[in-house]
């Protein structure tokens, strides 16, 4: 732990005799740091991703969960008759806290985005709706059931069980695919900053060589190279971070009938949840370069 | 200083030095000579720990090699200088950074007053601030020395040393290990230079190791 400690401690606290041990030029600097780069932009993505999917669950669980609608198709007189037989009903029923019955206006709305304005609506055998919004543990649905098709033979409950749960569901996957796909892209920058520490510690053989004979332990050693990728990498991911959110910004904003695509993006203090992604990309890279250059020291004993 | 008990070394292909057993006191200066290939240099890296023996226990300022882990070996490194016959450096950095590298791993600043009689001692002092590759073979050398001395050491190595200089530059480079041992320090130099043992047994006392059928042996009164 104190090794780790002191490690952590060196980060960042310059040593100009340490960091020059390392030549400053290579394949491996504009690798780690363009790897970082592009990695932190898509882990941007993953994370609105993720933001956005937790988001749309938790606003159709709201929006689902305490509603649900009553369907009447009558012929006539008998629809107004129902409806009024079915708000009395509704008005007697445990665990319902209101009902009302939608207004023309309203339904018309619900029907414009599907049918367009012009279509005469008002010609079509449209259904009554009623919408119901429950209290405490809800309702009985079945209970309620019979009682409609008792009272009011053409009105059916619409629960929104059917299509609420894989709704629910699916979002919650798409969540949780997000932040997989944010573990999968971490996992892959410390593959990628392995492979470049590896083909930099290799490189610089001979000047590892020099320094073990002039009597460097090892924790001096990897130093150089724990902290010259540590801090690439941190750089690029800030970059791509940045880039990222750019990007994000200038989505289209999200609306009400632009769906999930344009929620993807971030909200209030989730802005600032991309700006951790540098700092466990550094993380990412501290233990990778680390394990690599001990790794390699331990094999040239 | 140094003891081999009864220490052998194998490559893959077979046993390179076997059963050596060697003192070096604090002060003593010797030479190592052997021809080509008899082990010279795997001498000299068991001495400091870059090679481990296969067999016996290499004793470096009263301690096993063996036991002191990496980090405990690192430090009784920064108490022995090694200049080889293939000098090593750190190619983007200066001479003079060079040089003071080996303080520079403990945390220390040298004094430039310090590295700039050092320079002047091995005649280095107008190539302090150039790249080691724009260095000649014998500067090389010397940097190398300068280098391995930095520190003040216990114990001089040094492998073919003047493998890459004329002989007036030899003769300088001896002159500068003698003025070492002098100093109290420890000397192994690996060489086959006859004349430069020579020259060097008018100015010390040397003593004269040989490896021959890959054993360590005094050598006689022909030198």
Request: proline share 4%; charged share 20%.
């Amino acid at each position: 732990m104190s090794g780790l400690g002191t490690a952590l401690r060196d980060l960042v606290r310059p040593d100009p005799g340490a960091d020059r041990l390392v030549p400053p030029t290579g394949m491996g600097s504009w690798l780690t740091v363009f790897t970082a780069g592009v990695m932190a932009f898509l882990a941007v993505f993953a994370l609105a991703l993720s933001l956005a999917s937790g988001r749309l669950a938790d606003r159709w669980a709201d929006a689902l969960a305490r509603t649900s609608t009553i369907r009447i198709s009558a012929e006539g007189a008998q629809v107004a008759a129902q409806t009024e037989a079915v708000l009395a009903l509704l008005a007697t029923t445990p665990g319902v806290a209101s009902a009302r019955a939608l207004s023309e206006t309203e339904e018309r709305a619900l029907l414009v985005p599907w049918f367009g304005s012009d279509l005469p609506l008002e010609d079509l055998p449209i259904p009554q709706l009623i919408e119901v919004t429950e209290e405490g543990s809800g309702y009985d649905a079945e209970g309620l059931r019979l009682r409609l098709e008792a009272e009011a033979p053409g009105a059916v409950l619409d629960d929104h069980a059917r299509w609420r749960q894989p709704l629910a569901e699916a979002a919650s996957r798409l969540r949780f695919l997000g932040w997989g796909a944010l573990l999968l892209i971490l996992a892959t920058t410390g593959a990628i900053i392995t492979l470049a520490a590896n083909a930099s510690l290799s490189a610089n053989e001979s000047i590892l060589k020099v320094l073990r004979q002039i009597g460097a332990q090892d924790a001096y050693i990897a130093r150089a190279f724990v902290r010259r990728f540590t801090l690439r990498t941190l750089g690029g991911a800030a970059t791509g971070v940045v880039c990222g959110l750019i990007a994000v910004w200038i989505l289209p904003s999200g609306d009400t009938t632009g769906g999930f695509l344009t929620g993807l993006g971030f909200s209030g203090s989730s802005w600032l949840l991309p700006w951790l992604l540098p700092v466990l990309c550094a993380i990412v890279a501290f233990v990778a370069t680390r394990a690599a250059a001990f790794r390699k020291l331990a094999e040239m004993t | 200083m140094i003891a081999f008990e009864n220490v052998a070394y194998s490559y893959g292909g077979g046993e390179l030095l076997s059963g050596v057993d060697l003192t070096l006191q604090p002060g003593s200066f010797h030479f190592l000579t052997g021809p080509s290939g008899a082990g010279k240099s795997t001498l000299l890296k068991l001495c400091y720990g870059e090679l481990l023996s296969t067999k016996g226990r290499v004793v470096l300022f009263d301690r096993d090699i063996r036991g002191v882990g990496r980090d405990g070996l690192a430090r009784m490194r920064r108490r022995v200088g090694v200049v080889q016959q293939d000098c090593q450096f750190l190619d983007h950095l200066s001479v003079a950074a060079n040089v003071t590298l080996p303080l520079s791993v403990t945390g220390r600043e040298g004094d430039p007053q310090d590295l700039s009689d050092l320079l002047g001692w091995v005649g280095l002092t107008h190539l302090a601030g150039a790249r080691p590759p724009q260095l000649s073979g014998g500067e090389r050398q010397r940097a190398a020395l300068a280098r391995a001395v930095i520190t003040s050491p216990d114990v001089m190595l040094a492998d073919e040393p003047t493998g890459n200089l004329d002989w007036e530059m030899s003769l300088r480079l001896l002159t500068l290990l003698v003025e070492l041992n002098r100093m109290g320090k420890t000397i192994l130099i690996a060489t086959h230079d006859m004349n430069l043992i020579r020259a060097a047994k008018t100015q010390v006392a040397a003593r004269v190791l040989r490896i021959k059928g890959g054993r360590v042996e005094l050598a006689g009164a022909e030198l």
